[in-house]
């Protein structure tokens, strides 16, 4: 029971729209044990916000382990897999689960790669609906430094200021910084009004649509910068706290019955135009960037430069509202177009590849957390 789970990872598919990945490295995975804790920013000691914002500049600092052609560091790792399959994990059923994994591998690499033990944060967005210049998130000191500046939007100050990255869209690569353009009207959709609407519905298709909707939509638009880019958000350290918020929201619903919401999973694989969401259709249209649900684009702040009529720059793939790349979906073991348990949730080979049902409950296995 306490012996470590070795997980020795298999060859990557090949799959020949993408750039050659070399054979992923071991990694050694604990049981659950020790739970890590998941805690609001806020409830953060001092010394344990710092104890965190060293760690994930120590992610920035590590050198790429895995291969991927261009990766210079960690951090470009994990942004790497999400932009590489953005359109099948967004605006699908797999969205709240895919998410849920790539937040753990973010805490696991802390924790293996630069050895940290302390808290998980999340950011509690609805405290912070009206005030976002206040956010103790943007402290400059015990935070993530604050606004973007200037005609770049770069950030000027704290721990990540002119905080460089290297993928783009595309996968090309180059140096470009992380931008904000903070605004209190993106983060309005985390209203309680709003989280209280997602938290009354009744089945998983409803909850996962109504929580990629506004809730989702207020971090990524309230920060804005590359923080509203569908594809580069995970570059900002601030997505995985906004994403923490998110998955706290969806396991608030699956403890209101366990019995049931332990187990219940749906929706489609392939994100159709409209967004994939029943009866959806987004007003802005289908562009990347816009993390909004069905009807609602209200709150967008566009950033300065953003071009919404811009198609999408991923060459490799069709984008949201395309056909399902054969490559991917033919690895989903779902059977069909519909989410189930069964599906494949993969990493761009960081760790291992596990299956929604593996992440269902987030206070066993390889996710390992408790909210307090
Ligand atoms: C992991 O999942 C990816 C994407 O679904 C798939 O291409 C790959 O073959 C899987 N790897 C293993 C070892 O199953
Ligand atoms: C991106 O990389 C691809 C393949 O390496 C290349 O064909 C393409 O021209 C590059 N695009 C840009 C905008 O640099
Ligand atoms: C953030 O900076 C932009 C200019 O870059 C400014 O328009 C905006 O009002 C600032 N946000 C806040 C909350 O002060
Ligand atoms: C989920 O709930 C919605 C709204 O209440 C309903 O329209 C839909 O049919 C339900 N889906 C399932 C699979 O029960
Ligand atoms: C799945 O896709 C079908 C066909 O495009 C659509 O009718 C259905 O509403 C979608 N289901 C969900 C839950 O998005
Ligand atoms: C959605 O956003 C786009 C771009 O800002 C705008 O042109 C459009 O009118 C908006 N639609 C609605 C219904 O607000
Ligand atoms: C926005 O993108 C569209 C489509 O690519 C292009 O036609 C248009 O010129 C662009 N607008 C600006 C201001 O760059
Ligand atoms: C579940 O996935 C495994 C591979 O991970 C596959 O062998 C199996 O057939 C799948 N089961 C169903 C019911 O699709
Ligand atoms: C999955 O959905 C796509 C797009 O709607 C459709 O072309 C395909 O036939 C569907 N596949 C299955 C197995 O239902
Ligand atoms: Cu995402």
């Given at each position: 029971m306490f012996a470590p789970v070795l997980f020795v990872l298999g060859a990557l598919p090949l799959i020949s729209c993408l750039p050659s990945v070399k054979a992923p490295y071991e990694r050694r995975i604990d049981e659950c044990t020790v739970p890590t804790q998941r805690k609001s920013w806020t409830a953060l000691t001092s010394e344990e916000k710092l104890g965190y914002l060293n760690a994930d500049l120590c992610l920035m600092s590590t050198p790429s382990k895995s291969?991927?052609?261009?990766?210079?560091?960690?951090?470009?790792?994990?942004?790497?897999?999400?932009?590489?399959?953005?359109?099948?994990?967004?605006?699908?059923?797999?969205?709240?689960?895919?998410?849920?994994?790539?937040?753990?591998?973010?805490?696991?690499?802390?924790?293996?790669?630069?050895?940290?033990?302390?808290?998980?944060?999340?950011?509690?967005?609805?405290?912070?609906?009206?005030?976002?210049?206040?956010?103790?998130?943007?402290?400059?000191?015990?935070?993530?430094?604050?606004?973007?500046?200037?005609?770049?939007?770069?950030?000027?100050?704290?721990?990540?200021?002119d905080l460089t990255l290297h993928f783009k869209e595309d996968l090309n690569t180059t140096d470009y910084c992380v931008t904000r353009f903070l605004n209190d009207r993106g983060l309005s959709s985390a209203s309680q009004e709003n989280i209280d609407t997602c938290l009354a519905m009744e089945n998983y298709t409803s909850i996962w649509s109504c929580l990629e909707g506004r809730p989702h939509g207020a971090g990524h638009g309230g920060v804005s910068g590359t923080m509203v880019n569908l594809f580069l958000s995970p570059g900002d350290p601030i997505?995985?706290?906004?994403?923490?918020?998110?998955?706290?929201?969806?396991?608030?619903?699956?403890?209101?019955?366990?019995?049931?919401?332990?187990?219940?999973?749906?929706?489609?694989?392939?994100?159709?135009?409209?967004?994939?969401?029943?009866?959806?259709?987004?007003?802005?249209?289908?562009?990347p960037g816009n993390p909004f649900g069905p009807g609602d684009n209200s709150s967008f702040v566009p950033p300065p430069g953003f071009n919404i009529s811009n198609?999408?720059?991923?060459?490799?793939?069709?984008?949201?509202?395309?056909?399902?790349?054969?490559?991917?979906?033919?690895?989903?073991?779902?059977?069909?177009?519909?989410?189930?348990?069964?599906?494949?949730?993969?990493?761009?080979?960081?760790?291992?590849?596990?299956?929604?049902?593996?992440?269902?409950?987030?206070?066993?296995?390889?996710?390992?957390?408790?909210?307090?």
């Open positions: 291969g991927i052609a261009g990766a210079k560091t960690l951090w470009d790792e994990l942004q790497y897999a999400h932009i590489i399959q953005v359109p099948y994990v967004h605006f699908v059923g797999a969205f709240l689960p895919f998410h849920r994994y790539f937040m753990a591998i973010h805490a696991h690499l802390l924790k293996t790669e630069c050895n940290y033990d302390g808290p998980i944060p999340y950011w509690d967005e609805t405290a912070d609906v009206g005030n976002i210049k206040e956010s103790a998130i943007f402290d400059a000191e015990y935070g993530f430094g604050g606004n973007g500046t200037g005609s770049s939007g770069c950030i000027a100050d704290g721990p990540f200021a997505f995985y706290l906004h994403h923490g918020f998110l998955d706290k929201l969806w396991w608030d619903w699956q403890a209101l019955d366990l019995t049931t919401r332990l187990a219940e999973i749906g929706g489609n694989n392939t994100a159709s135009r409209g967004g994939g969401f029943p009866g959806g259709g987004r007003p802005g249209g289908d562009f198609p999408s720059p991923f060459p490799g793939f069709p984008g949201l509202g395309g056909e399902p790349n054969k490559a991917f979906t033919d690895y989903f073991y779902d059977g069909g177009n519909v989410t189930t348990l069964n599906h494949t949730l993969w990493s761009a080979g960081i760790v291992q590849n596990i299956t929604i049902g593996d992440v269902m409950d987030p206070r066993s296995g390889f996710v390992c957390a408790e909210y307090v």
